[in-house]
């Protein structure tokens, strides 16, 4: 008996790779006696930093035969958005490009799943903007193949019933990250001594990353801004987090603008979950644009300014009634400086009513959790009695893997026969032969004028 669990994993993306660990702990408690399999880009990351067994989206015959003997596939996290789309052909990816999580992927693994009997849910499912036609038609068909959508705002239900799902099929939660319980902060205070951070240091945490329409000079404004910051407030130490490999060179160029370098901190890449958690939660507020540093903080308590990059950091923000707090793709220095003066204003207020409502989202959370123990309950996993007449027992990187095996058996046959040419004309430079004509062709030949007398 198994259980799969797709997304985006293996990606070195902390936020994906702390919902696969949480989705991990859940499941065990929900279905102890199921294995659980999951589907990632690369199955190898996931091993060595989750130590479970993974399998790659490209290997479609061995994700049918986990299908035949599994209770449910669990799609976690925001996957439903237009951004991957535009890395394929749409539609027509369904039958040639469909070996990755975007939409066409994920259509494609619910077609097999229909076809296996094994039910689908995308659980905590974020989605946005759907406003490609195909990625509309796409989540349709899913719908369609009977997928089931606990969505984790009312934002993406209304997306996923504007693309013409049926309300049976979809509802609102929270996101898993609200199933988190409080970490050591032992952690983070042998994290921080190392850093030479006084005891009553205020660290805020920064999780920011580079997207389409922010100013050109956003680092220098978001320097320029946490500057004033701890001229005017000296206790403030702003740790910098990247919760993507992609976010450091944005981290590094804010820090090299920093006239005050000395009230910052790297945190890097973030790679021990436990720490990072003890990290964040210890914190006095955080800035990010990276929606789950805001809600990791916000479900220890910890006040958060948010950047609306896409839709959904502004859907959490409504969720937890701080829509006062997140900030334009275009913000500049005076909007930052404004949003923390708002946050330090009102800081106990504030965390007061973050913790009713992170009490409130834990519930709600609990409930989707019941829902979706229901769904795996009633699976009946039955021995597949199917014969296929053809099966593509290859992966494409098994397909790369024996062309680059085969180019490299090619250049080897070449370089032997170029070395046993060499060798052969060797042999002839050395024979007596050719020494002797290469003797006569130095012999300068008689000119005509001399034959003539």
Known sequence: MKLIVAGYFGMDNFGDELILDIMHERLRRLCP????????????????????????????LRIQKELEQSLGV??????????????????PSLTCDSDAPHLPGLASLCLQANLSNTPVVFFGAGAGPLANPDSKKLVNLMGTLGARFICRDEDSERLVLAAGVSPEQASTSVDVAFSLKQPDLAMAEAWRRKQGLAPEADVVCVALREWQGMSADFDKSVARALDALAAHYPRLCFVFVSFDPQDELLHSRIRGALHQETVARSYGVVHDTSETLSLISSAYCVFASRLHCSIIANVFGVPSIGIDYLPKVGSFYQLTRQSDLVLNIDVNEENILNAFELLFSSYDERKYAIGELVAEARKRYLEAEATLASILDHTVVTPHEGTALFYRTRSEKEDIRQTKNALQAALSEAESLLAQKQHELESIQNSRCFKLAQALSRLRRPSAGKEGR
Request: glycine share 10%; net charge positive; hydrophobic share 50%.
């Open 33 to 60: 006696k199921a294995h659980i399999v999951v589907l990632s880009e690369k199955p190898q990351a996931v091993f060595m930093r989750h130590g479970l067994y993974a399998i790659s989206w490209s290997d479609k």
């Open 74 to 91: 669990i799609v976690c996290a925001g996957l439903l958005f237009d951004t991957g789309i535009y890395g394929t052909m749409g539609i």
